[in-house]
C-alpha cells in the first residue's frame, strides 16, 4: 500500500524518519513529504503545493496519507477531495510527539483502522478508534466485505445493517449458491437463512449479478482478467475488448476481482487507467513466475521472443486466481489485445 507522511515541523518531520524506518517495506510503499521550511533532509520531498492541492494528487494516486500534526490540518486539507466511503483513501492523523494515532476517513474498506493499529503498535501509542461497531465489537458489514473481496453494490445499505446490529437486532444473511461457509463461524447477531426470491434480506452474498433483494448485496468478485496488449493501446480500446468479452461470457464487472498482467506492462497507460476507472486491482508478475503456473496454455515462441514467457494473458489470469482456479476464457486476440479469464474458489469467512 501506498502511504504518504507530511509533517510540518522538525519535530514532525523526525517523526516521520522514525515510522518509516519501523514500517516493514513489504507492506509500505512510504514516502515522506514535509511542509516546513526548516526542514533539510534528502530522504523527505518539500512540498510547496497548496495542502488541498498536495492531498487531491494523493487522493488520484490512491495513497493512504498520515498527517502528523493538528487534526484540523488534516480535515481542511482533505474537505475538497473527500467523495464516499468507498472510494476515499485512508486518511489518518498523528500527534507530533507520537502519543495517538487517529484514523480520520476510511477506517473500514480503506483500512485505516488497520492501519493506525499498526502505527500505535510501533511507536507503543494509541489508536484512537471512533467506528461504533469496532468499539463495541460487532460485525462490521464493510469490513467483512473488504477481507472477502466482496464488491459493495450500494454503501447505504452498510448503514442499515449496522444501525441492526448495535441495536441488538438479528441480521438475516444468505450467502447464495455455490459459495462456501461455516455456519459455525457466524458472528453473534447474523442469522443464516437460504435464498428465496420471495424475501428480503439484511445482506445477501451472491455470485450472481441479478439478485438484488436485500439491503446490502455484496458481489464474489471471482473472476481474474488476465490481459496483453501490444505498448500504445488506449484505455478506451482495452475497455471496449474487454467489456465484449465479459457479455459475450456472461460476466459482470462487478465480480471482476483483479487484471493481471506480465511485469513489463506495470506502467502499460492503458491498461491501468481502465482499473482505475472501474476501481479494479491491477496485478503484475515477472515472466519466470508466469511460467509456474500450472494448465493447458497456448503457447507463442513470438511471446516467449518478446517477454521469456510463452504466454501472458492465460497464465497471468491463473496465478492471480491462486489456488484450485480454473481457466474459464481461454486466451482471446484482437488487435493486439489478448485477455482470458480465470475462475477464482471462493470461501466466505466470518473471522
Known amino acids: 500500500m501506498k502511504l504518504s507522511i507530511i509533517s510540518f515541523t522538525n519535530k514532525g518531520a523526525n517523526l516521520s524518519l522514525k515510522i518509516k524506518d519501523l514500517l516493514k517495506e ?29 492531498c487531491k494528487k494523493r487522493f488520484e ?18 474537505a475538497p477531495s473527500v467523495k464516499d466511503k468507498l472510494n476515499d483513501v485512508p486518511v489518518l492523523v498523528i500527534d507530533e510527539n507520537g502519543i495517538n494515532v487517529i484514523p480520520v476517513l476510511s477506517g473500514h474498506v480503506g ?18 478508534i471512533t467506528t461504533a461497531t469496532d468499539i463495541n465489537d460487532k460485525f462490521a458489514a464493510d469490513l467483512f466485505a473488504k477481507k472477502n473481496d466482496l464488491y459493495i453494490s450500494d454503501k447505504s445499505g452498510i448503514a442499515k445493517v449496522s444501525s441492526k446490529i448495535l441495536e441488538g437486532i438479528d441480521v438475516r444473511i444468505c450467502i447464495d449458491g455455490p459459495l462456501s461457509f461455516d455456519k459455525e463461524d457466524l ?4 442469522r443464516s437463512e437460504s435464498y428465496n426470491a420471495d424475501e428480503n434480506f439484511d445482506i445477501l452474498v451472491t455470485n450472481d ?22 505498448k500504445g493501446k488506449e484505455s478506451s480500446e ?13 460476466i459482470d464487472i462487478k465480480t471482476i476481482a483483479c487484471v493481471a498482467s506480465i511485469d ?9 487507467e481502465f482499473c482505475d476507472k472501474y476501481g479494479i486491482p491491477f496485478v503484475t ?52 489485445k489478448t485477455l482470458a479469464i480465470a475462475k477464482k474458489k471462493i470461501n466466505i469467512s466470518f473471522g
Open 209 to 230: 449479478p441479478n439478485r438484488l433483494n436485500a439491503d446490502l448485496v455484496l458481489y464474489a468478485r471471482e473472476y481474474v482478467l488476465g490481459i496483453g496488449c501490444k
Open 187 to 190: 458472528p453473534e447477531g447474523l
Open 111 to 128: 483500512g485505516a483502522n488497520e492501519i493506525a493499529r499498526k502505527i500505535a503498535s510501533i511507536l507503543d501509542a494509541n489508536a484512537v
Open 26 to 54: 513489504g507492506d509500505f510503499e512510504c514516502t515522506l513529504y514535509s511542509a516546513c521550511s526548516f526542514v533539510d533532509d534528502e530522504r523527505i520531498n518539500k512540498t510547496e503545493d497548496k495542502l488541498t492541492e498536495w
Open 285 to 336: 508478475y515477472s515472466a519466470e513466475e508466469l511460467s509456474k503456473a500450472e494448465g493447458d496454455f497456448e503457447s507463442s515462441d513470438f511471446v516467449y521472443e518478446k517477454v521469456g514467457v510463452d504466454n501472458v494473458s492465460e497464465r497471468a489470469a491463473v496465478t492471480a486466481a491462486g489456488a484450485d482456479s480454473k481457466l474459464v476464457v481461454k486466451k482471446q486476440a484482437g488487435e493486439g
Open 238 to 250: 482495452i475497455e471496449n475488448f474487454v467489456k465484449d468479452i465479459l457479455a459475450e461470457n456472461g
Open 61 to 78: 494516486e490512491k495513497s493512504a496519507i498520515v498527517f502528523i500534526g493538528a487534526l484540523g490540518i488534516a480535515v481542511r486539507g482533505i
Open 264 to 272: 513489463v506492462k506495470k506502467d502499460e497507460k492503458g491498461i491501468t
